[in-house]
T-cell receptor, first 110, second 115 residues
Framework: QQQVKQSPQSLIVQKGGISIINCAYE??????FPWYQQFPGKGPALLIA?????SEKKEGRFTISFNKSAKQFSLHIMDSQPGDSATYFC?????????FGTGTSLTVIP | GAGVSQTPSNKVTEKGKYVELRCDPI?????LYWYRQSLGQGPEFLIY????????DSGLPNDRFFAVRPEGSVSTLKIQRTERGDSAVYLC?????????????FGPGTRLTVL
């Protein structure tokens, strides 16, 4: 059973546009929600993360929006650039167990 | 400084064989994780070490999988009697071990192919 559901599976955005990736979870015990960026042949790298006591966190062009009541969270990439083209994973954790979504392949067209 | 390294980068083996995958974490990191990533999927948790002990091995799929970290640094993931379904990228990550919100630093992975 997939603990974290991620959509869309793939996304194509024009340079300068906004990329939005959504995730949903069921386990209310999750207390940490990171997003990872992965390039081909590389391991995932932490992009930004949020705890459930805040509804939004922004770091540069990247923003996480968190809706605790709906058990949903999303990643917004503002002013998307071709260099942002990668696979993005949301994750949720309780204790030291991390559950990842299935990934979103983002392509930013110049 | 050096990041997490994993060797080999690629491993091809035959069904039924035994394999060992090695992870060298970032120096000083006490927490170490192993994940398995199948094609088109997110990483799947296998095991977590805090120091030398396996604090949580609930993600290991069956008793053919085993991992050790005898001196609290390098870790080896061991797979016995490999099956074609074990083919995946095996990722290792380490973190300082201060808490669950520590950043996990991932290695590049070992791509295991079982023929």
């Amino acid at each position: 059973q997939q603990q974290v559901k991620q959509s869309p599976q793939s996304l194509i955005v024009q340079k300068g546009g906004i990329s939005i990736i959504n995730c949903a979870y069921e386990n209310t015990a999750f207390d940490y929600f990171p997003w990872y960026q992965q390039f081909p042949g590389k391991g995932p790298a932490l992009l930004i993360a949020i705890r459930p006591d805040v509804s939004e966190k922004k770091e540069g062009r990247f923003t996480i929006s968190f809706n605790k009541s709906a058990k949903q969270f999303s990643l917004h990439i503002m002013d998307s650039q071709p260099g942002d083209s990668a696979t993005y994973f949301c994750a949720a954790s309780t204790g030291n167990q991390f559950y990842f979504g299935t990934g979103t392949s983002l392509t930013v067209i110049p | 400084g050096a990041g997490v390294s994993q060797t080999p980068s690629n491993k091809v083996t035959e069904k039924g064989k035994y394999v060992e995958l090695r992870c060298d974490p970032i120096s000083g990191h006490t927490a170490l994780y192993w994940y398995r990533q199948s094609l088109g999927q997110g990483p799947e948790f296998l095991i977590y070490f805090q120091g030398t002990g396996a604090a949580d091995d609930s993600g290991l799929p069956n008793d053919r999988f085993f991992a050790v970290r005898p001196e609290g640094s390098v870790s080896t993931l061991k797979i016995q009697r490999t099956e074609r379904g074990d083919s995946a990228v095996y990722l290792c990550a380490s973190s300082p071990g201060r808490g669950v919100t520590d950043t996990q630093y991932f290695g590049p992975g070992t791509r295991l192919t079982v023929l």
